[in-house]
């Protein structure tokens, strides 16, 4: 996954944009907590950062970070 590459997101109940293809215009690492796996007692020094890409969805005039685990690359 790179800067340029069309991605679709992978639906999951924290993905806000199911099934909507973006660019990645960024790539940044960051931490992402998740409840449904980790819990709701919040704990950052416990986890790693991880890829985050920045997309740009259609009709979006702000990009979002999505974590890399939750997209696809279009080939």
Same mark, same amino acid.
Request: aromatic residues 8%; hydrophobic residues 40%; negative net charge.
């Given at each position: 996954?790179?800067?340029? /590459?069309?991605? #679709?997101? #992978? %639906? +999951?109940? @924290? +993905?806000?944009? &199911?099934?909507? +293809?973006? #660019?990645?215009? /960024?790539?940044?690492?960051?931490?992402? @907590?998740? %409840?449904?796996?980790?819990?709701?007692?919040?704990? @950052? /020094?416990?986890?790693?950062?991880? &890829? *985050?890409?920045?997309?740009? @969805?259609?009709?979006?005039?702000?990009? *979002?970070?999505?974590?890399?685990?939750?997209?696809?690359? #279009?080939?």
């Amino acid at each position: 996954m790179k800067v340029g /590459d069309l991605v #679709i997101a #992978i %639906p +999951t109940e @924290w +993905t806000p944009y &199911p099934k909507r +293809t973006g #660019i990645i215009v /960024d790539m940044i690492f960051k931490k992402c @907590w998740r %409840p449904g796996v980790l819990g709701h007692k919040i704990d @950052w /020094d416990s986890i790693d950062p991880e &890829p *985050h890409a920045v997309v740009m @969805w259609p009709g979006s005039h702000e990009p *979002h970070n999505v974590p890399a685990a939750e997209l696809e690359v #279009i080939s």
